[in-house]
């Protein structure tokens, strides 16, 4: 079964894969005891296995979380302690930046392992500039957006003070977004705010004219609106977005979450669960309106209760990258967590808070089949082969092309490769986590639910 490889037919340029520190790193950033395996403090260890480019697998992004300051309040519903937050303002236009100890940590040393672009984003503003005094809704106020907008602009003065502050200390904080998820009411459980469209657009264009005034930050951009659903308004919020043109000026791109939950309906509508149809037309819908406009995935994860440390979430994480990047066009794609304590299937590591102890996942080693391989700046290509059960993404740059190749299948497979001289080839399976060897052959066999990348030089 023949891979066919069309190096001419170019689509985006990739830039990177990241993911948040959310509310992780408040946790990890304490454990300052020694990794036996490594003999490295653990929240060292652990930040080297995800930045770090010859000992990990060297992602690119970091995600760091502006809090709205629950943690000092003590006010709110959280289902975990660590997502009430903290914050930095301990009155009005005084800040202590000795806080937020522990994930200001994990964020320096991501950043020292090699995590070259620092986003930070901005669940809910802070309590002190809500409407009720809380970072998230009250239980009985649906669709209850908690800022008024005489209060957008001291939010777009926090978030600059923050940024700058971390700025001027050498992180390389390059996007600010300042709405998550826009679309769900937040009545607990996290910090979360709702936001019309156009309310959207409004505080975008404050944060934007705030930055006109920053000539500190002139590097910095603004990212968003990070919609929480593939489905539902994407569009609504690109347009109010994209509508004002100092808002454009200041923005990349477009940043969407990739999740698409299946709706827990009594009657199945497959419309709504086609996942793969929503990315197609969002991505005409930009082609038509914004062709010039990247596209940004930076949230997702498998909404999926219980931990999974195998192959089976690690080939969904494999599939959503693929569909992201192939029928999206994303330039950059962003976990949602890099770690998790919960049970629920979501971060690339897992600690135990018990012992403070930390797992790997397939999910991790799936990731690294990209971030290892893909270089920032390539450009993707055209690649397919005729298996339903096999899925490939494909980048060149100047010296090599890069395959990623998915093998949903229970069945293992062979396909052949164009003729190259020189064949890398890197396996996670049930068996192999990233293990690498050469090919001394244009024939390349696929072993069972397992993701290869196939380096051609």
């Given amino acids: 079964m023949k891979l066919k490889i069309f190096p001419e037919k170019e689509y985006q340029t990739f830039k990177s894969i990241g993911a948040s520190g959310a509310w992780w790193a408040q946790i990890v ?15 060292d260890r652990i930040a080297e296995l995800l930045y770090n480019k010859q000992t990990g697998i060297g992602m690119g992004v970091y995600r760091y979380n502006i809090g709205g300051g629950s943690k000092h309040s003590g006010k709110g519903e959280y289902s975990q302690p660590a997502r009430a937050t903290e914050c930095f303002e301990v009155a009005k236009g005084e800040y202590d930046w000795s806080r937020d100890a522990n994930a200001v940590y994990m964020m320096k040393k991501c950043v020292e392992n090699g995590a070259e672009e620092v986003i930070f984003f901005v669940n809910s503003p802070i ?12 239980k009985h106020q649906l669709f209850h957006e908690n800022i008024s907008r005489k209060n957008y602009q001291e ?7 923050v940024t700058e502050h971390f700025v001027g200390e050498g992180v390389p904080v390059k996007y600010l977004s300042p709405v998550n998820e826009p679309i769900w009411v937040w009545n607990g459980g996290q910090e979360g705010c709702f936001y019309r469209p156009r309310s959207v657009k409004n505080v975008f264009r404050v944060f934007a004219e705030a930055l006109d005034n920053r000539k500190s930050l002139k590097g910095v951009k603004l990212s968003g609106a990070e919609s929480g659903d593939l489905r539902w308004f994407n569009k609504s919020y690109t347009r109010q ?13 477009v940043d969407v979450h990739s999740y698409c939950l299946p709706l827990p309906l009594p009657i199945t509508i497959p419309f709504l669960n086609d996942r793969v149809g929503f990315v197609k037309r969002f991505r005409r819908f930009m082609d038509k309106h914004y062709p010039d406009v990247p596209v940004v995935m930076s949230e997702w994860t498998h909404m999926q209760g219980g931990r999974d440390y195998g192959m089976d979430s690690a080939l969904v994480t494999a599939r959503t990258m693929y569909e992201d990047f ?22 690339l590591i897992y600690i135990n808070l018990d012992d403070k102890t930390f797992e790997i996942t397939k999910r991790y080693y799936v990731t690294g089949n990209y971030t290892r391989y893909v270089k920032p700046g390539s450009r993707r290509i055209e690649a397919h082969i005729d298996d339903k059960d096999i899925l490939v993404t494909a980048f060149k740059n100047d010296s090599e092309i890069a395959l990623v190749v998915v093998n949903n299948g229970e069945c293992e497979k062979e396909i052949e490769l164009p003729e190259y001289n020189d064949i890398l080839i ?25 993701v290869t990348t196939v380096v051609l030089k």
């Fill in 29 to 43: 950033g304490g454990w300052d005891h020694v990794d036996p395996q490594s003999g490295k403090p653990v929240r």
């Fill in 326 to 347: 192939t029928l999206l066009n994303a330039v950059s794609w962003q976990h949602w967590i890099a770690v998790s304590e919960v049970d629920y299937c979501d971060g």
């Fill in 127 to 138: 309590e002190r500039l809500t409407k009720n005094g809380l970072a998230h809704n009250k």
């Fill in 426 to 450: 890197s396996v996670t399976d049930k068996h192999n986590s990233l293990a690498e060897r050469t090919a001394d052959s244009s024939q390349i066999r696929l072993t069972p639910k397992s």
């Fill in 155 to 161: 939010f777009a003065e926090y978030c600059l003070d």
């Fill in 241 to 253: 977005l994209l509508k004002e043109k100092n808002v454009r000026k200041h923005l990349d791109g």
